[in-house]
């Protein structure tokens, strides 16, 4: 009869959910699939996208209809054995062993964290593919790539991250641009690539973000594990609002350091989640003490993510007191003097105040009198008339929410630190941070992976609880899901497909193998990204008062420039493009032309006499 039972029941049933998994699964790796299927881009001639690119959201569209499928099943099974199920969940919450919930996931739970993972590594193919067909379409450019990978490939104990492409005042360092010391963490394996490869270019940067974005996204998935113990035979369900956000495609486009913001906040959480426990293992003693180095690394970013941080230990500090409160019964300010002592969210949250001061102030000092100002930022009128075609709608920000699922609003916590860094968009005047667009998400992504999956553990702890029966925590999971995969359906560019290679890319590729190690090479826009680490890329122009004027040649000012002195011993300059002007007639009277195709690629060597 016990056996009978167990195979007409939707939960003791392991294979049932397991296909439930499975199905999951799918869906979760769907759009990755669809956008390695889908037909290239091609960029036009001065590297825009068309208007008609081919939206390929085919696999999205695939996911909702698998997901639909999933939630079917499910349903159909309850509606043929939802009594005995409820009778099973009851008999069970009064067992000596585990609940329902425990003993009906153990064989699923594998299921489901091996598929989820497998899920990921198809993502995480899709990613780098994206990211090298990227690069040989000739869009990673100066500003976006060649300036931060200078800085880190040029570091030296005594010259931290200098980098000429940015207005770094009186310093030489990217530092002074953007607080960003976390940088650092890529030095020793760009010191590792020049070592093993003489071919290696500034493109590696691209590279290094990619292997920080996917091991941040199994570092979430361990996170979502670890916080959902009864309900892990749908992780790759729990993970659809993650892999699937519409900001997250936004940042896989304008790929920037701040991406490192997602690993770290998901290894932070992991470590926050240890405090005060004594019953773990030896080997994640060390995460649990971690935590500071981990939030230094996370505030380390940039200059403003000690904002972020302090808002997230802010809003936990104060949701801890109110929780003390209800129950101690004591006066607020008696709660808040004990949970001063003893709060680990307190002590992040001092951590964060005193790291944005050092860093605004170090920032400054790095600079000298030549800081860049961000108070642009806040200017609405100035880019209100610049930009008139953006508009600030509460729709941008609705749909930011729901990106998240609705499981976001299953934790009230959760809920108030994301409207709380939503609301600095919000009266921000710079039209591409207003509205997230780009690598602007940086500031809210983690926080709303974060709330996703505490919401959707507050599901399952109320179903645990008996709160409400599992029928409509199982809705709530689905729905959520949908929810994600709807927004990501509706913001109509994502998932992007992979790019064509451009035209003059192998030209270019194996001209610059002719230029030596420790040249210093002037180039195109969308050519400098191309230029090997054992070289040194600079600008044609500099920022007014950076050093790097005095100490290197600009164009058109190569008779003012003292070679003995400065530090560009060889120069060279690489083109895409035809070259007209004062600087042709610069290069034709003071050195070489190495290789040239017409109207394709050009390389340029400074002669010594």
Known sequence: ???????????????????????????????????????????DANFLIGADRPLCQGGVIGSIVLLVMALAFVLWQWKVNGRETEREIERAADSEKANAFRRFTASPDR????????????????????????????LSADQDVTNVSTAIAKTTITDILPSPYVAAGSSRSFLAHHFSPSLLLYVPFYKMAMVLSTDVNHNFYNIMLFVTLLAGFFLWLYYAYRSLPTLRWLLPVAMIPILHSFLLYRQILSFHFEVLAIPLMALLLLSLRLHGREDIPRRAVWLRQSWPLIAMLFAGIKEDMGVYLGLFAGVFFFFEIVDEWKKEKQSILRVFLERMKHSVYFRLGLLAFVWTIVAMIGRLWIAGDGAPGWESYWNVQQYAERYPQFRKTPYTYIW??????????????STVLVLLVLSLHMISGMPWHALLESHYSYTILPFI???????LANIARLAEERRFTVRPAL????????????????????????FAKHQAFDAIDETVKLIPADACVQSSFHVSALVPLRARPIPFTFYEGSPFEKSMPGGVRLHLYDRESGECKELYRLFYGTLTGELKAEMDREGTILTETPGVILLWRWDPD
């Open 1 to 43: 009869m016990k056996e009978r039972r167990q195979e007409n029941s939707l939960f003791p049933v392991t294979g049932r959910q397991s296909f439930v998994a499975a199905l999951a699964a799918l869906a979760l790796a769907l759009p990755s699939i669809g956008a390695l299927l889908c037909k290239k881009t091609v960029m």
């Open 111 to 138: 299921v489901a964290l091996w598929m989820s993972v497998a899920s990921i590594g198809i993502f995480g193919l899709y990613l780098f593919l994206f990211t090298v067909s990227v690069d040989r379409a000739l």
């Open 400 to 413: 930011i929410l729901l990106s998240s699922g609705i499981w976001l609003f299953f934790s009230l916590r």
């Open 449 to 455: 992976f974060a709330g996703s999956i505490r919401g």
């Open 475 to 498: 809705l709530l999971v689905f729905i959520g899901a949908l929810v994600a995969d709807y927004a990501l359906l509706r913001d109509r560019n994502h998932p992007y497909s992979l």
